[in-house]
């Protein structure tokens, strides 16, 4: 496998000038596609973002237990507390505070309330997923239409528009990259030290796992699904693992640097062996998704498309990894929602160490 590994200290696209530290000239060509918007906007985006990302911790600490959650819009991180007087420490820390009657606490804890109504079975399949919202500063819950949701606590949001059934995006062994495992297709998520993780749902039960080119590549060391989404597999057959994310043909290889967690409304883009580079927004953190096998819990929300066989591949935001593919609706023909397993909750899980360029 070919891996191309941009290493030049400047890159020309059209008329500007983009420092490699900020992002390669195909990644900022696939964002303003994915997005709607220029190259300058794009290369705005990349900016104000890494500025997020990094001020994000400090700016939640300073907001103490009025926290009530971060979000990434209007070109800004921006902090929800509850206590006004925590405003200015918030500001001071270069984030925007913004005034909300609930802590991002009570709001999980009213999450938390309906993940047992779940993991008791008493959550219908036609409830499709439920999250927090720091945005809005509620629990939103998604449903078909005609959903029973009478069991659910009052002060939630049942949201009916746009709904969908999501589903893992597994897929039948249709040839192609990148590794097998029994007669399921998926896709690589993140390098580790040792092997690489992925989508729980990828381990059949065969546990043995194949390469693009049908050669034994390792074995999954452990996986969880449902409940969980996420599994990671040791190598072995003179397989390597690099701290790449591929951009197939699309963007340039994207190297990975670290796993800091992008707040909702930050951009995302995710590699897959089906549909390959596509980008979207982090749209909540913290989502509950009803898959027909059972419900996964904490995982990210995005707006980003994806298709069977994409399952357990990469979300990265700049040089950052996110999470690998769980699930979701749609496809990239038309859009979707896909969700993902923050990676540093697998990294915590299996005591593992994210290989990083």
């Not at 237990?65 to 990434?72: D, L, V």
């Not at 399949?125 to 606590?153: H, N």
């Amino acid at each position: 496998m070919l891996l191309r590994i941009v290493s030049v200290s400047v890159i020309v696209l059209s008329t500007i000038t983009v420092p490699a530290a900020v992002a390669s000239a195909d990644v900022v060509d696939a964002m303003s596609r994915d997005f709607g918007i220029s190259t300058a906007q794009a290369l705005t985006r990349i900016r104000q973002e890494k500025a997020a990302l990094k001020i994000a911790p400090d700016a939640q600490a300073a907001a103490g237990e009025s926290y009530g959650g971060s979000w990434f819009a209007d070109g800004r991180l921006n902090v929800a507390v509850t206590d006004p007087a925590k405003a200015d420490a918030v500001r001071a820390k270069g984030a925007e505070p913004v005034l909300r009657t609930k802590t991002l606490a009570s709001l999980n804890a009213v999450k938390a309330g309906i993940d047992r109504l779940s993991k008791a079975g008493a959550m219908p399949k036609d409830v499709a997923g439920w999250r927090v919202d720091v945005q809005r500063g509620t629990v939103v819950v998604d449903a078909l239409p005609g959903a029973d949701v009478s069991a659910l606590p009052k002060d939630v949001v049942v949201n009916t528009e746009g709904v969908q059934q999501p589903q893992t995006f597994a897929a039948g062994t249709v040839g192609g990259d990148p590794f097998y495992t029994g007669n399921v297709r998926c896709s690589i998520g993140f390098s580790v030290q040792g092997g690489y993780v992925t989508a729980g749902h990828c381990n059949v039960g065969a546990w043995n796992v194949y390469g693009w080119d049908r050669s034994w590549q390792g074995e999954f060391v452990g996986s969880s699904f449902p409940g969980n989404d996420y599994g990671w597999v040791r190598t072995g057959g003179g397989w390597w693992n690099v701290a790449v994310v591929l951009g197939w043909g699309q963007v340039s290889d994207a190297l990975v640097r670290g796993s800091w967690e992008a707040p909702p409304g930050t951009s995302v883009c995710r590699s897959g062996s089906t549909s390959h580079w596509h980008c979207g927004v982090v749209q909540g953190r913290n989502e509950t998704v009803n898959y027909q096998q059972g419900a996964v819990y904490e995982l990210v929300g995005t707006s980003v498309c994806a298709e069977p066989g994409d399952s357990g591949g990469s979300f990265i935001t700049g040089d950052q990894a996110q999470g690998v593919t769980s699930g979701g609706y749609g496809d990239c023909s038309g859009g979707g929602r896909t969700w993902f397993q923050p990676v540093n909750e697998i990294l915590r899980v299996y005591g593992l160490t994210l290989l990083t360029a």
